[in-house]
């Protein structure tokens, strides 16, 4: 797909106030029509925490919403939260997390951990299987595990096992992968040795990159073992169908351990990256879930489809990178401060996205318990005040109104990027005078882009924690890791990191990382922009989810309920004598009503 380039040189400004304008009010499109959604039959549970099966709907289908189209199903060489959610479905780790999204038991059933907290033992369920019948066994873990690390599969997180026994030599070329400290003491015990305790160990087995492949699948069908007919998963679905840019079905695995409680029975994906297109589909009725919602909507929305609309915190910044491998970024420093400064976040996030969003000058987002990012002198200024200091910089880096930087700013297909990408397009024009071209790009071509680092200079980027521990952050910057876009690679940095590995003391890892993250925003490696929050719309009667900073939602935990209308109408049906009039649902999934302007 040929990349689309918009050509800033002139007439931003003006584009930028219509813009903040119009956020927020739907004065860039029509006013959409209202909608009427279902209201469900209030939720009953068993003493299993299991809904009644008389308030359930006899259709039980979900179709989601779900951003960019995956580049791979196989969970050690994925990437990307799109992609993570169907594996979510497809794969289980020894680990798992429960709706609110506490780490539970997931292929294991239970652990035990040694005092010193080196050693992890888990105990395999008796009745785990795969998609074919073949029983799940530590092996297969060894397996996984091992394959995770090994530098010949090019793992995206193979880092992320990094706190196991030798991983760290392995990784890097020095150690077979068959010393990895991970070792089957029998057909259903796995037992995990580390190089040092690590409080969020048991947070990484909720990872991709620890999920269990079938070895046999994968010998027979080489890399095509993840295409339908040929994957065999662990998780409470099976992939059936894969039409690319289209769809991905996954049917309920009757083999899964707990089969037996999960109720939804398909699971249609679609990978839509426009967040208008994505809203039009659940307005009639296609999808049931989004991944996100157009930003210029939420005031229509938050009046209109209150019961629909879910914003909740999540664990992720947004943010900017910068190319450091080639010019204009590499060795200026002032050019990477000047732009970081001229970008005013309140505006970006109370004009522009307008759904929550916390303005941040760090990278890693507040509310770990144990974790305090150290914020830059430059936030406790004004705007203003950060203003005259970028103009500052932007002379001592060379430029100036008579000779301007041209940049080239890439984001990824999405109308919410576009929108921020213009506004801060506008901003260094405005404070500074750069000229940007912005360039938008198809998800996966933008990420090979960023990879190999020969095209970009400005980039999109926004990094969602994998689990809750500021590290998950810092780590993305060794000189070594597969997702540095930046290309940063600072000895004194990565030292730092080697550190906080291995680093005992609680108070003395918080430090190291504070030090690290300071390091990683003094150098201007990236330009953060706020903390994320998800925003998407779910239909009311699609119950057995909640709102988690880890945005964790697989679809085995979800179920339909009847509506209310439903529920009367076959109450009614069982009293004839009664029989009141009942208002019907209507739409392509039975529970979405389009009210025409006029009618009631």
């Not at 033992?121 to 060894?142: C, I, K």
């Not at 530098?151 to 010393?179: C, F, H, K, S, W």
């Not at 659940?282 to 914003?311: E, I, K, M």
Request: hydrophobic fraction near 40%; glycine fraction near 8%.
């Amino acid at each position: 797909m040929p990349n689309v380039r918009v050509n800033l040189f002139s007439a931003l400004l003006p584009g930028l106030a219509l813009m903040v304008a119009g956020c927020g009010d739907g004065s860039e499109q029509p006013t959409p029509q209202p909608i009427r959604l279902a209201e469900p039959v209030p939720v009953t549970l068993d003493a299993f925490g299991r809904p009644a099966p008389d308030v359930l709907a006899e259709q039980q289908q979900l179709h989601r919403g779900n951003g960019e189209e995956p580049q791979t199903l196989d969970p050690h060489r994925a990437e990307g939260v799109p992609t993570a959610n169907i594996l979510r479905d497809l794969f289980e780790g020894l680990a798992t997390t429960a709706p609110d999204g506490r780490i539970v038991p997931g292929a294991a059933g239970r652990w035990d951990i040694s005092r010193d907290g080196m050693t992890y033992t888990f105990y395999l369920r008796e009745d785990g299987r795969w998609s074919n019948g073949d029983p799940v066994t530590a092996e297969d873990f060894v397996f996984s595990f091992r394959r995770s690390v090994d530098p010949a599969t090019a793992a995206v997180y193979g880092r992320m096992l990094m706190p196991i026994e030798n991983a760290q030599a392995i990784l890097a070329g020095d150690q077979p992968p068959e010393n990895l400290g991970v070792e089957a003491l029998n057909e259903r015990t796995v037992q995990i040795r580390l190089d040092d305790p690590t409080p969020y160990f048991l947070g990484l087995l909720t990872h991709a990159s620890t999920y269990p492949v079938h070895r046999p699948s994968l010998v027979e069908h080489g890399d095509d073992f993840v295409l339908p007919g040929n994957l065999v998963s662990n998780g409470a679905y099976e992939l059936v169908e894969w039409v690319p840019r289209s769809r991905l079905v996954l049917d309920r695995n009757l083999d899964y351990h707990s089969a037996g409680g999960v109720i939804i029975e398909r699971v249609v994906y679609y990978p839509i990256e426009d967040e208008n297109t994505e809203f039009q589909r659940f307005r009639v009725g296609d999808l049931h879930w989004t991944d996100q919602v157009p930003s210029n909507l939420f005031g229509w929305l938050s009046v209109n489809l209150p019961q629909a609309l879910s914003v909740s915190p999540w664990f992720g910044t947004y943010y900017f990178g910068f190319n450091l491998t080639r010019g204009p970024f590499r060795d200026n420093l002032p050019l990477r401060r000047a732009l970081n400064l001229a970008i005013d976040r309140d505006i970006l996030t109370g004009k522009v996205t307008q759904f929550g969003e916390i303005p941040t000058f760090t990278l890693v987002p507040d509310g770990l318990p144990d974790y305090e990012p150290p914020l830059p002198d430059y936030a406790i200024l004004t705007q203003a005040q950060r203003e005259e200091m970028a103009r500052e910089l932007y002379r001592e880096a060379g430029y100036s109104e008579d000779d301007p930087l041209e940049v080239e700013l890439r984001y990824n297909t999405s109308e919410n990027h576009r929108k921020i990408a213009v506004a801060v397009a506008a901003m260094w024009k405005q404070t500074l005078g750069v000229r940007t071209r912005l360039i938008n790009e198809e998800f996966r071509v933008f990420l090979q882009n960023r990879a190999m680092r020969r095209n970009t200079e400005v980039f999109r980027a926004g990094w969602i924690g994998d689990y809750q521990d500021a590290f998950t952050f810092l780590e993305l910057f060794h000189s070594a890791h597969r997702r540095n876009d930046s290309g940063y690679d600072n000895p004194r940095y990565d030292r730092l990191l080697e550190q906080i590995s291995t680093e005992r003391i609680p108070a003395r890892r918080r430090n190291l990382m504070v030090e690290a993250e300071r390091m990683l925003l003094g150098d201007q490696v990236v330009l953060p922009v706020y903390t994320y929050v998800t925003k998407r719309l779910v239909n009311p009667l699609l119950k057995g989810w909640e709102p988690n900073v880890m945005d964790f939602h697989p679809s085995r935990q979800m179920f339909f309920v009847k509506s209310r209308a439903q529920a009367e109408a076959e109450a009614a049906a069982m009293q004839p004598e009664v029989a009141p009039e009942t208002e019907t649902d209507s739409g392509t999934t039975g529970d979405v009503t389009v009210v025409e302007e006029g009618t009631t």
